[in-house]
Structure formats: C-alpha cells, structure tokens
C-alpha cells in the first residue's frame, strides 16, 4: 500500500483549518484581558449604538445621543449645531478645534464626547454674552489678529484660559507667556504678533519696548 504524500497545499489547508478551530475554542477560567469595572455606578460598556451624554454647554446643559466612537468635536458640530471649534488636521496637531473643558484648553478632535460627561464645556461662543464680543474677542479685531479665521475660535479659547488662570495677576503677562499658552494653536496667517498684542491690551500689561511684543513671537 502506497503511503499518502504530503503535498505544499495540503499542508496549508491543514494549518488553517487548526488555526480557525483554535480561534473558536474559549478558554476554561475567566477572560483576564476583560477590562476591570471600578466604578459600581458604571455601565459594563458602552454601545454600540448610541447612547446619551449630558454636560454643561456655554453655560447651558445639553444631553446629546452619540455612538461612542463619537469625539467631542464631531458632537458639537454635527449634533449641537456648534461650529465655532474647527475641524482642520483632525489629530490635535493645529488647536482649531480647542475648546475649554472645566476651564482648561482641550482638543475637542481628540477626546470623545462621553469623555465630558458631567463636564463644563466653553466654546469660542461661549466666551461673549449674547450679541456682545468679550474684552477679548473685540481686542482681537482691533489688532487684527485674525485673518482666514481657522485658527481664530483656538487661539481665544486658549488665550480667554490663560487671562482666567492668571486672574488679578493677569497685569503681569507677558509676550513670552502670551506665545507659550498658544503654543498649540497653530496660525498659517502668521497673526502671532497681534495675537500677543491683544492678550497684553486685555490684561493690561504694557511692553516694556515698542517691539517687545512683537521680538516675544519670534518662536512662534
């Protein structure tokens, strides 16, 4: 009796065959990769359909129904109606989409929108009352420190943050703080000079030099 002959396709066909019936076989004691539940209150997961959110919003509270693949970003412009913060690179690497979450700056692309449950939310709209610009939105269309407008909506929830983090110290500002604290945002217009101009005006603060302002934004 001839033996059978082992042959190239038969013994892939073998190996797939024991790899899918492996893959189907569960193991005996509990799955330690499951992640652990700290929180009584917490649901076991999350989705996947959509389920709701509720957080303050300009200083109203909003409940949203969004999947939990939905960021921030994508529930604020697609669901709220709020299109302040912009949608431009998309990974956190421009600031057009910064918005305040508990009164610090956040990428709104790079969080999701369960992430603030419960949260205080500021947007660029949120910083005026009503009608009314604030001190420092209006200070940035006196020094021009906007032009295409993408970056603008970032660039003033982060520089309303730092005037907000320094309250009565905020007379102290200076040029260099101005440039760290919009570090993130990134401007192709080049406003970064007026952008320190009108964050000191807001603040009070005066340039110890007509170009102090403006030699601050060199890195920028």
Do not use: W
Request: proline letters at 5%.
């Amino acid at each position: 009796m001839t033996s059978p002959t082992l042959t190239r396709r038969g013994l892939l066909r073998g190996a797939g065959t024991a790899s899918v019936l492996a893959s189907c076989t569960k193991p005996n004691g509990p799955d330690s990769s499951a992640p652990a539940i700290t929180d009584a209150n917490a649901p076991a997961e999350i989705g996947p359909d959509a389920t709701s959110v509720e957080f303050t919003l300009n200083g109203k509270t909003v409940t949203v129904q969004v999947e939990p693949r939905v960021t921030l970003l994508e529930a604020l412009r697609l669901d709220l109606d709020v299109t302040g913060p912009k949608l431009v690179c998309d990974r956190g690497a421009c600031g057009a989409c910064t918005v305040l979450v508990d009164g610090r700056p956040r990428n709104a692309c790079m969080m999701l929108a369960h992430d603030v449950a419960g949260a205080n939310v500021t947007t660029v709209e949120g910083l005026g009352e009503g009608e009314q610009l604030s001190a420092l939105q209006a200070a940035f269309v006196r020094h021009d420190a906007l032009q295409c407008g993408f970056c603008t909506s970032g660039m003033l929830t982060s520089c309303a943050s730092l005037l907000r983090r320094r309250g009565s110290s905020a007379s102290a500002l200076t040029g260099a703080e101005v440039n760290d604290a919009i570090a993130g945002n990134l401007c192709r217009c080049g406003t970064y000079p007026n952008v320190v101009a009108a964050v000191l005006e807001v603040a009070g603060a005066k340039a110890s030099t007509p170009n102090a302002a403006a030699s601050a934004t060199k890195a920028g």
